[in-house]
């Protein structure tokens, strides 16, 4: 079978992942082996692939393949979340489109669009993701809306509610005036934002036998807030009980500017004297810290706003305009009344719906929720005890502070597209927890209630809710808790993620799996970076700066891209992401390609390899086993960024560069049978080890004649997953200093301008025990050397150079610059002495010396005298000058 010039992955991605999903090597079932399990993060059903998505299901897929070519039964299920929020706007517009408000329809006719929109949209990020290889059993494939999810969604309501962690009452919640829905604390980003601080003129009531007493003009307070539109709703305004500014005012009242509503002057030492004027407006309604300074003064709550964010009757004035419409119309509307003192720049934060970017309303509102502190205790340990491990540690702290510091779960959302809540209201709004209204009529009579007029709660449980239990309920572990899926996969091995939704999602998932199955439901969390662009912005549609992942992969092949996403993507860490990457990931695929060609174009001859060429084999037996032993250490660590790179180096350095260059028989000459069967060993192995990182083009190597006849099943997604052999030490290190060599007579060469065809002699002064005879064959193909002759003292008129600790000498006769092989030997040994001092440095402190481990120590003493060494040689090169 010939093999093409030139790489072309449009020829063999199709092909290949068709082939896979034909032979089923994706699918898994219990059986007698280890399970490796990885669930998906579920994208949103709204979603399309980016580049975070790149990475993340990459890292996944690399983990997966690993797995399975290490004989585990790998099983990576995929799935889509519902995304309440980010659905129903998505089908309110397009309802817009076609004339219809979702006002206008009922629930029903409303989900009934909202269903057909998932149908049409909802698959296209996983059909993308395969096109990225990801090795899923699509057979999996789950929906948190589907009918057994949302079944255990409820039931798992129910379950809580029993055990008194669910609980229904009007909190203080976070409000988004866009999605018309509460929020969790989670899903709020806080934003610093450039606003304006309004000092506020608020009218002191005196009587008027005090104002004729004291002979004075009506007095004011000044108050500086960024919120004008909600003076409305105050209801008090506080001072510092300590402040001596304000003595006078106690037990007063002031008149709201403009509306001349009567509020009583309060006092509380929650009032920071410092801040602003030291006087505080009190807006319950509006404000959280408010709320609670209004519950403990017994305030009245005022509500001025709608849920769409514009003002209501209560407010007075202004009555229909939009919030922030308002606050503009307003600050006129005081400085034409002579009370607004002065207006300055103010950068504050500001909270944001994750969902909508709506700035959010801090709401009085009947909501559910859920008791967090009890819950979250077995969470925090399951990581604390490192049962858990997050990838890098250094997200444990935060995760602990949210832990510790947790809030009841507002769960209820004001939305149609979700599970919607299993409550029931009879004719006189008392209710009751049930699943059908069957059952709720059940419990109404239990307790004595009517029965008339049940209908069932409105709002839908939070998106986190549902997903929450995704570790289980993808396995069915709500329908058959003894069920061989859930008791064979259950707890999965690793879960990919991003840090953002640590507490969303991840802290949720746990508290669900300890609360439901008694174990954490994974043992590692890898958490991703950000992936950024090169000048380090976030990568978004608005800023314009991320491409489109299906674009990249058809102009640099998947591989390529996902070479070029890993390359530069330590865990934690974000990813400076450029494109020139994915052209690296294109090269590393071209090179692999080229080699194999090379390989593949050599004839036979029936004869033994030589002893230099079996040296050569043995050296990369050790080299490879090396390199699998820092592959594994890396992924131990989930360094796989690492990993990747030593496989880089191995295949693009070692591999061909030396190996192939070293065995590679002279132009149009056979190559001895045993030393091609080795080569085409190797290069198997290679591909093997290349394959979870490059899936395409290992595959397509794979099946060449080059390797003989393979069976349908024969391929390199399930082959072996290499394993380390015997290393010889020794041998490695003779061998880098024979790579030194080649690469110092090359050197010299491309100094002095002499032409690699032009053969050179070599003297050599060992100062080591290395054998050369076993490496003078490859040093003269390499380094292209006639004559070798072995010294015991240094040669005049030579360019000289150390390698290891060993000397050499290439004779360039009329070549040489003395005064120029003077400068190169003086700055040589200006660095070793520069870089003595720093060594030094550390062996004379002697803490270092008492607390460092001793190989560290000991490694120090080594390049002590290594480079006391070579200066001692590079100062008698000098001398011999």
Not at 153 to 173: A, C, N, S, W
Not at 525 to 541: E, F
Not at 845 to 856: C, G, L, S, Y
């Amino acid at each position: 079978m010939s093999i093409a010039k030139t790489y072309n992955p449009k020829e063999t991605e199709d092909k290949w992942y068709a082939y896979w999903l034909e032979k089923k090597f994706f699918r898994s079932i219990p059986d007698g082996r280890e399970p490796y399990t990885i669930v998906m993060p579920p994208p949103n059903v709204t979603g399309v692939l980016h580049m975070g998505h790149m990475l993340n299901n990459t890292i996944q897929d690399v983990l997966i393949r690993r797995a399975r070519m290490q004989g585990k039964n790998a099983c990576w299920v995929p799935g889509t979340d519902h995304a309440s929020i980010a659905t129903e706007a998505k089908v309110v517009a397009m309802l817009k489109e076609r004339g219809i408000n979702k006002s206008d329809i009922t629930r029903e006719e409303f989900l009934k669009y909202a269903w057909e929109w998932k149908e049409k949209y909802g698959g296209i990020i996983l059909d993308q993701l395969r096109k990225l290889g990801a090795s899923c059993d699509w057979d999996r494939t789950r929906f948190t809306m589907e009918p057994d999810l949302s079944d255990a969604v409820i039931d798992t309501f129910i379950h809580l509610y029993k055990k008194g962690y669910i609980y229904r009452g009007i909190r203080m919640i976070n409000w988004d005036p866009q999605g018309k829905t509460a929020v969790s604390d989670e899903e709020v980003i806080r934003k610093e934002v450039n606003q304006k601080l309004y000092y506020i003129q608020y009218q002191v009531v005196d009587t008027n036998e005090e104002r004729t007493t004291n002979n004075q003009q009506r007095s004011y307070i000044t108050i500086a807030t960024t919120r004008p539109e909600t003076i409305m709703a105050d209801t008090a305004v506080c001072i510092n009980p300590n402040d001596e500014r304000y003595q006078h005012l106690k037990g007063k009242k002031v008149l709201v500017p403009i509306i001349n509503r009567e509020i009583p002057i309060i006092e509380d030492e929650y009032v920071e004297m410092e801040f602003g004027t030291g006087c505080l407006k009190v807006t319950p309604a509006h404000d959280l810290n408010d709320y609670e300074l209004g519950q403990k003064h017994k305030l009245e709550v005022v509500d001025i706003l709608n849920d769409d964010g514009t003002l209501n009757e209560k407010a007075q004035i202004l009555v229909g305009e939009d919030r922030f419409i308002a606050r503009k119309k307003i600050a006129k509307m005081l400085e034409e009344a002579g009370q607004l003192e002065k207006v300055e720049d103010y950068k504050s934060q500001v909270g944001f719906s994750e969902r909508t970017d709506a700035a959010i309303e801090p709401k009085l509102s009947m909501q559910w929720f859920c008791k967090m502190e009890h819950l979250a205790k077995p969470a925090l340990d399951y990581v604390l005890s490192g049962e858990v491990k997050l990838i890098p540690d250094k997200f444990i702290n935060s995760y602990r502070h949210w832990m510790e510091h947790v809030k009841d779960w507002n769960i209820s959302r004001q939305l149609w597209w979700g599970q919607r809540i299993p409550a029931w209201y009879n004719e006189n709004q008392d209710w009751v927890v049930a699943k059908t209204e069957e059952e709720a009529i059940v419990e109404f009579e239990r307790l004595g209630k009517s029965t008339k007029g049940i209908y069932q709660e409105e709002d839908v449980l939070d998106t986190w809710f549902s997903s929450g239990l995704w570790p289980i309920s993808v396995f069915d572990g709500f329908k058959e808790p003894n069920g061989a899926d859930i008791n064979y996969y259950y707890p999965t091995n690793d879960l990919v993620t991003a840090p953002e939704i640590l507490f969303f999602w991840v802290a949720r998932m746990m508290i669900a799996g300890h609360e439901f199955r008694g174990k954490a439901p994974f043992k590692n969390v890898y958490l991703t970076g950000i992936v950024r662009d090169k000048l380090g912005r976030k990568m978004s549609k608005s800023l314009g700066n991320s491409p489109d992942p299906i674009e990249l992969m058809d102009q640099y092949g998947t591989d390529g891209v996902r070479v070029g996403m890993l390359l530069s993507s330590p865990a934690g860490n974000d990813l400076m992401f450029d494109v020139a990457y994915c052209e690296q990931g294109r090269n590393f695929a071209n090179k692999i390609w080229n080699a194999f060609r090379l390989v593949k174009g050599w004839e036979t001859v029936n004869k033994p390899a030589t002893k230099a060429e079996l040296k050569t084999v043995e050296w990369f037996e050790s080299r490879f086993s090396e390199a699998v032993i820092e592959v594994e250490e890396h992924f131990a660590a989930y360094r796989l960024s690492d990993a990747l790179m030593t496989i880089y180096k191995l295949i693009w350095d070692d591999f061909c560069s030396w190996y192939l260059e070293l065995v590679k028989p002279a132009y149009q000459q056979p190559i001895a049978k045993d030393l091609l069967t080795f080569t085409i060993d190797f290069f198997e192995q290679v591909l093997a080890l290349a394959h979870p990182f490059m899936p395409f083009i290992t595959e397509e190597l794979w099946h060449d004649e080059l390797f003989g006849s393979r069976s349908a099943l024969d391929c390199c997604i399930v082959a072996a997953y290499p394993k380390a052999s015997k290393i010889d030490r020794e041998l490695l290190n003779d061998f880098q200093v024979v790579q030194q060599v080649v690469s110092e007579i090359r050197n010299v060469r491309n100094t002095k301008q002499i032409s690699p065809k032009e053969t050179l002699p070599l003297a050599i002064k060992v100062n080591t025990d290395i054998a050369y005879e076993n490496y003078l064959d490859s040093i003269r193909k390499l380094a292209n050397i006639s004559d070798v002759s072995f010294v015991s003292e240094q040669q005049v008129g030579t360019a000289a150079f150390i390698a290891g600790k060993d000397e050499f000498f290439v004779s360039i006769a009329q070549n040489i610059d003395v005064e120029a092989e003077r400068e190169r030997i003086t700055n040589e040994i200006t660095y070793l002495q520069g870089f003595l001092k720093s060594v030094n440095a550390k062996l004379s402190n002697e803490r270092f010396v008492q607390n460092a481990k001793p190989e560290i120590v000991q490694n120090e003493r080594n390049k002590q005298a290594d480079a006391l060494a070579k200066i001692k040689i590079l100062e008698e090169s000098l001398a011999s000058l």
